[in-house]
């Protein structure tokens, strides 16, 4: 049986809102007629490009980290940690599609959450090793 389920519904979610940004990024390319494979175009295609990329950028650390947290503290506290982050990339989202000085609250979310969950990876490691 699966020990994980709460950071594998956390992991879901992050994967849905990535398949969200890159949706995104493919309305903004329609409506604004930025072929493939340009990625620079009018600022609502590049608010669009610059969420997606960040957005994988930030999964690259969060998510081992999200990982690292369960298999070496409990799957209950990664997930509450870890549950900020996807909700922290929508709010970033929605802000910088708006106005890229918007996305700073969505940001910061999302930099805690991956905060936690590498500190808690850290302190299931120490003690792992210190038993």
Known sequence: MFQYP???????????VLFWVTVMVGRARGKHGVKVPEMTGPEPFTYAVRVHLNTIEGLILFLPALWLFALTVSDMYAAIAGVFYPIGR?????????????????????????????????YGLIAILMA
């Open 90 to 122: 929508i709010i970033y989202a929605l802000g910088y599609y708006k106005e890229p000085s918007k996305r700073e609250l969505g940001f910061t979310i999302g930099l805690l959450s991956t905060l936690v969950c590498l500190v808690g990876t850290g």
């Open 6 to 16: 709460l950071t594998g519904l956390v992991t879901l979610f992050c994967l849905l």
